[in-house]
């Protein structure tokens, strides 16, 4: 399998064309051997990355400019020889790329991609090749990616400055509760009612069981028989508001194509959810999102005309990144990676969003001896292997599915930048409650500061009695309940108030509304000037 894969990158090595360089002060100088970064890029971008680089190497980071010229194969030569040293960890890709397979670049300014064939994907409605960075990742030609590889598809030097002054930007926040939300968009998959189902598993896994529950969500999702779905005519205007109120990351799962994403379908009509024309309204409030779409086509790189993921990473109010897939996707893999992604944020110590898409990566492909396999899993991971091995229409090339989506999925943006997660903060609280009465808190804090303490249902719970729908009407009536039921399904906070907190031990009573009931947490974000720390409980809460 892995032999076969390899073999159709068509992908050779070259000796090395040029020396490595890096900027300091200005000036391109020899780097010495044991570069942890390389930059694949044209000295048309060289000023416009003069000020990146002196902030990484002030990070701690050794970097080495490899030249952009020549073919595919004659740029990984360069890059095996500075991983030679055995410190390569990240490499950046500044630059476009147009064209087919075997079609010169059109301009010094961009960086060749590869093409894989595909086996399994025509079978499902996909082209026979898949244009991927992965080549760049996996430099001993095992399939696996060894480092973590991001691409800034810039087409010229003012706009890759504007991208690198947003990266800054990103870096520099210490503190927002824009940090410690994930808001997730979700299309009618249409892929049949297995699949469906797995896809649907696998995003209610995401917000039950992956994501801490100190962490928001919110879930805006286009079946009309959700109490997800918002008023169907209001569709595209939330998706751009879960996305400009700020979050950690903003999530597509669903149909897409190179420019645009599948519109929401209902009895009687169709409604827009979001097209590269909307990318200039993208005007995020609290923080630049991180851009995920489990999604086909969406991040298209090598197409004629900038695809949707380019087009958000360009706008100055855009994502910071994005990943998504260049080809047809499919909802096991999608899955996978996404499971893959969250348990690598929020489980693991990765410092960079680079090293958390190349774990995620990894994790797809490793084997290991069967119990190890069994412990390393997510319980979400475990339960899409199971369906998929009994109902995926690809069940049996599940492994090939997998790999073809390591190429599938990008990273368009900066591989090294900086995912600061909030400190933690220890709550701690009696697990039986009774609501009327009064919740005694103890917090053991990190920090001095500002905190909101909340008391929120579980994230599969809902406040109020919500149900699916069983008919659909487009009428006023009908749609202004939709409205309410889907902010209802969003609302899972019972109570909230404000204390001051000091580093070490706070102790404190939290009312219990008299109509708060069953599973929920206490979850509690402080703040002051420097730095936020977050925390949660879980407790249940009975009726007098």
């Given at each position: 399998m892995i032999a076969?894969?390899?073999?159709c990158l068509a992908i050779v090595s070259a000796p090395p064309q040029s020396p490595q360089l890096t900027i300091s002060d200005g000036e391109v100088q020899p780097q010495p051997a044991g570069s942890d970064v390389a930059i694949v890029t044209s000295p048309v971008f060289h000023k416009s990355l003069r000020q990146w680089i002196a902030h990484r190497e002030n990070q701690g980071h050794r970097i080495t400019i490899v030249s952009n010229q020549g073919s595919l194969a004659e740029i990984r030569g360069r890059l095996r020889q500075v991983a030679a040293a055995k410190r390569l960890r990240w490499v950046l890709l500044v630059g476009d790329t147009i064209g087919a397979e075997g079609r010169a670049l059109r301009t010094e300014t961009q960086v060749p991609t590869a093409y894989a064939v595909a086996t399994l994907l025509p079978k499902f409605g996909g082209p026979p090749h898949i244009a991927t960075d992965n080549a760049y990742a996996d430099l001993n030609d095992d399939g696996i990616p060894e480092v973590a590889v991001g691409r800034i598809t810039a087409?010229?030097?003012?706009?890759?400055?504007?991208?690198?002054?947003?990266?800054?930007?990103?870096?520099?926040?210490?503190?927002?509760?824009?940090?410690?939300?994930?808001?997730?968009?979700?299309?009618?998959?249409?892929?049949?009612?297995?699949?469906?189902?797995?896809?649907?598993?696998?995003?209610?896994?995401?917000?039950?069981?992956?994501?801490?529950?100190g962490y928001m969500t919110s879930m805006t999702y286009g079946s009309w028989r959700s109490p997800y779905c918002p008023d169907p005519q209001k569709f595209h205007a939330t998706t751009l508001d879960r996305f400009n109120e700020g979050c950690l990351f903003w999530v597509y799962i669903g149909h897409g194509h190179r420019r645009y994403?599948?519109?929401?379908?209902?009895?009687?009509?169709?409604?827009?959810?979001m097209d590269v024309n909307d990318t200039g309204k993208l005007q995020s409030r609290n923080g630049q999102p991180i851009a995920i779409f489990l999604a086909c086509n969406t991040g298209a790189f090598d197409n004629e005309q900038d695809c949707l993921a380019e087009e958000m990473?360009?706008?100055?109010?855009?994502?910071?990144?994005?990943?998504?897939?260049?080809?047809?996707?499919?909802?096991?893999?999608?899955?996978?990676?996404?499971?893959?992604?969250?348990r690598r944020y929020f489980h693991s110590q990765d410092a960079t969003l680079g090293e958390i898409v190349l774990g995620a990566k990894q994790q797809m492909l490793q084997k290991k001896d069967a119990a190890k396999e069994a412990d390393d899993k997510s319980f979400n991971r475990q339960l899409l292997d199971s369906l998929a091995a009994t109902f995926s229409p690809s069940k049996g090339s599940l492994e090939t599915e997998l790999r073809e989506h390591v190429y599938l999925f990008n990273l368009l943006g900066d591989p090294l930048l900086r995912v600061q997660r909030p400190q933690a903060i220890n709550v701690q609280a009696p697990e039986q409650q009774v609501a009327g009465t009064q919740c005694q808190l103890l917090l053991h804090s990190p920090i001095d500061g500002k905190a909101r303490v909340e008391l929120v249902c579980r994230r599969d719970l809902f406040k109020t009695t919500v149900s699916s729908r069983g008919k659909f009407e487009l009428t006023d009536e009908s749609r202004n309940e939709m409205q309410r039921t889907y902010q209802a399904a969003n609302d899972r906070v019972w109570t909230h108030g404000m204390v001051d907190l000091t580093t070490g031990d706070n102790t404190f009573r939290l009312a219990i509304p008299e109509n708060a009931t069953g599973p929920c947490y206490v979850r509690v974000y402080a703040h002051n000037q420097q730095g936020d720390a977050i925390g949660a409980t879980s407790l249940f809460i009975a009726r007098p």
């Amino acid at each position: 399998m892995i032999a076969q894969l390899l073999t159709c990158l068509a992908i050779v090595s070259a000796p090395p064309q040029s020396p490595q360089l890096t900027i300091s002060d200005g000036e391109v100088q020899p780097q010495p051997a044991g570069s942890d970064v390389a930059i694949v890029t044209s000295p048309v971008f060289h000023k416009s990355l003069r000020q990146w680089i002196a902030h990484r190497e002030n990070q701690g980071h050794r970097i080495t400019i490899v030249s952009n010229q020549g073919s595919l194969a004659e740029i990984r030569g360069r890059l095996r020889q500075v991983a030679a040293a055995k410190r390569l960890r990240w490499v950046l890709l500044v630059g476009d790329t147009i064209g087919a397979e075997g079609r010169a670049l059109r301009t010094e300014t961009q960086v060749p991609t590869a093409y894989a064939v595909a086996t399994l994907l025509p079978k499902f409605g996909g082209p026979p090749h898949i244009a991927t960075d992965n080549a760049y990742a996996d430099l001993n030609d095992d399939g696996i990616p060894e480092v973590a590889v991001g691409r800034i598809t810039a087409d010229g030097p003012e706009e890759l400055s504007g991208i690198v002054e947003r990266i800054f930007h990103y870096e520099t926040q210490h503190r927002g509760s824009w940090r410690t939300r994930v808001n997730l968009i979700a299309g009618v998959g249409g892929f049949g009612k297995i699949a469906d189902f797995v896809l649907e598993s696998a995003t209610k896994r995401f917000l039950t069981n992956e994501i801490p529950p100190g962490y928001m969500t919110s879930m805006t999702y286009g079946s009309w028989r959700s109490p997800y779905c918002p008023d169907p005519q209001k569709f595209h205007a939330t998706t751009l508001d879960r996305f400009n109120e700020g979050c950690l990351f903003w999530v597509y799962i669903g149909h897409g194509h190179r420019r645009y994403l599948d519109k929401v379908r209902v009895p009687g009509g169709e409604f827009h959810i979001m097209d590269v024309n909307d990318t200039g309204k993208l005007q995020s409030r609290n923080g630049q999102p991180i851009a995920i779409f489990l999604a086909c086509n969406t991040g298209a790189f090598d197409n004629e005309q900038d695809c949707l993921a380019e087009e958000m990473l360009r706008s100055p109010g855009g994502a910071v990144a994005v990943l998504a897939g260049s080809r047809v996707t499919m909802p096991y893999a999608m899955s996978v990676m996404g499971d893959g992604m969250i348990r690598r944020y929020f489980h693991s110590q990765d410092a960079t969003l680079g090293e958390i898409v190349l774990g995620a990566k990894q994790q797809m492909l490793q084997k290991k001896d069967a119990a190890k396999e069994a412990d390393d899993k997510s319980f979400n991971r475990q339960l899409l292997d199971s369906l998929a091995a009994t109902f995926s229409p690809s069940k049996g090339s599940l492994e090939t599915e997998l790999r073809e989506h390591v190429y599938l999925f990008n990273l368009l943006g900066d591989p090294l930048l900086r995912v600061q997660r909030p400190q933690a903060i220890n709550v701690q609280a009696p697990e039986q409650q009774v609501a009327g009465t009064q919740c005694q808190l103890l917090l053991h804090s990190p920090i001095d500061g500002k905190a909101r303490v909340e008391l929120v249902c579980r994230r599969d719970l809902f406040k109020t009695t919500v149900s699916s729908r069983g008919k659909f009407e487009l009428t006023d009536e009908s749609r202004n309940e939709m409205q309410r039921t889907y902010q209802a399904a969003n609302d899972r906070v019972w109570t909230h108030g404000m204390v001051d907190l000091t580093t070490g031990d706070n102790t404190f009573r939290l009312a219990i509304p008299e109509n708060a009931t069953g599973p929920c947490y206490v979850r509690v974000y402080a703040h002051n000037q420097q730095g936020d720390a977050i925390g949660a409980t879980s407790l249940f809460i009975a009726r007098p």
